[in-house]
């Protein structure tokens, strides 16, 4: 199984409301990730988890809350999010965290802010 | 720092003829560099990397990129374009030796022309 699956697919929320998005992966990878892809740029990276800890956080605000409960699942809490976090969210795994692995990425959750 | 220069928002090329997807690279090191490739509405796609070795890479269907040091460039190419290889072309580059912080190039449209 070569697969990185993500849910929802779609996802519409308020400034106010509470929500995450999920992702799991079964190729036994020790790094996850987490990008943000806004239209017609390149993805950027939020965080990377390596063995289930968190190791970058590329200076995410806090209303993103990542968490990996085991190696084969990675959360994004969502709380009290702005218009302009409106994008594709994109995660990824791959065999490890080293430089030289390349990565498989989901299909992505479209989150809508409103 | 690194960086990615993709010189070129969108390459045309009729279908069958060859094609090539540029991408230069800026690492203070030596780098580990990728090709990824997005249809609309997905994620992105493992081609080929170059960590070592022969500077002509081969991967997916039917793509190869070839490492020229001096130049600093990695370019993507393809002996015969198909229509279904019309997507969205992301060149990345890591630090060899380094964390898995990849940078992404803008990204190359490429359109097969039938």
Known sequence: DTEVTQTPKHLVMGMTNKKSLKCEQHMGHRAMYWYKQKAKKPPELMFVYSYEKLSIN???????SPECPNSSLLNLHLHALQPEDSALYLCASSHQAGAAYEQYFGPGTRLTVT | AQSV???????????????????????????????????????????????????????SYGFEAEFNKSQTSFHLKKPSALVSDSALYFCAVTLAGGYQKVTFGIGTKLQVIP
């Open chain 1, 58 to 64: 590329e200076s995410v605000p806090s209303r993103f």
């Open chain 2, 5 to 59: 220069a993709q010189p070129e928002d969108q390459v045309n090329v009729a279908e069958g003829n060859p094609l090539t997807v540029k991408c230069t690279y800026s690492v203070s090191g030596n780098p580990y560099l990728f090709w990824y490739v997005q249809y609309p509405n997905r994620g992105l796609q493992f081609l080929l990397k170059y960590i070592t070795g022969d500077n002509l890479v081969k991967g």
